[in-house]
């Protein structure tokens, strides 16, 4: 198994080293699986359940003060799952792969998400909130009127970057597995749903590549960022030559900030961001 996760394209980290570590660690529980799409479900999952970062626990609030978190997941043979705007689930990418392989649909969203999380005994009513999403809370001032107005206006005025969601691509040399997960922009209208948990967006897998994304959504949902960089190695580019290239016709085209990771069928990777910074880590099972 190839494997390579990222930790989001944003700007510099404080503690970078205490990221990698994790990055690090979810890299190596991935490597050791069986199939690509439960190694970057297992690698997706250690990163949810780490504050760091924008994923699970430790996600971004929306303008009413929940956290809703986004995922998505594909494999090579087409097949895709998404889950979105769910409050009180840690392990979004669970509830994508339940999408993918026990319903007819590619993506399902808000309340009937969450119950159908319930519905397939994935944990739900969690605390997503850490001291450190409190404190932001509280210093960016949150309507205290309820109307949809107050909302709008606060969420124009302070809503955020794209900022460290996670997300995964691995191989085994036959098929390919791409996933991300996220709690979205920072301070987002309620109900605002990004580029993570739709195909081609912020996750796309065909037989030649596996790619996930990470940065402004809205930018990266309507350009289609992680489709063209599949559909670059499909036409013959290396993943890292696909990624570079899509990348800065992304950043042209859009004028926005993102990340992108890719991997090919025969193990070669690509990594490629226009922001500050973008931590990765990757492995192949030779070296574990
Ligand atoms: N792309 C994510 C979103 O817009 C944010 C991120 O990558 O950090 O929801």
Redesign the pocket.
Known sequence: MDLLVHG???SAPDDPHARQTVLDAAAAVGVDCERPVAAVTAAVRRLEADPQF?AGVGSAVQSDGVIRT?AGLMTSDGSAGAAGAMAGVKHAIDVARVVKRETPHVLVVGEPAVSLADSADIETACDLWTERTRERWRAADPPDDDSPDAHLSWAREHFGD????VGAVATDGRRLAAATS?G??WFALAGRV???PQVGA?FYATPGAAVS??????A?LRFGLARRVADAVADGESPQHAADRVLRGFATETGGGAGVIVIGADGQTGTAYNTDAMQTAKLAREDT
């Open positions: 989001g394209a944003g924008n986004d794209g900022h460290d969601t996220t979205g922009r990004g580029d993570v912020g994304t990470t940065g402004d959504g809205e990266i």
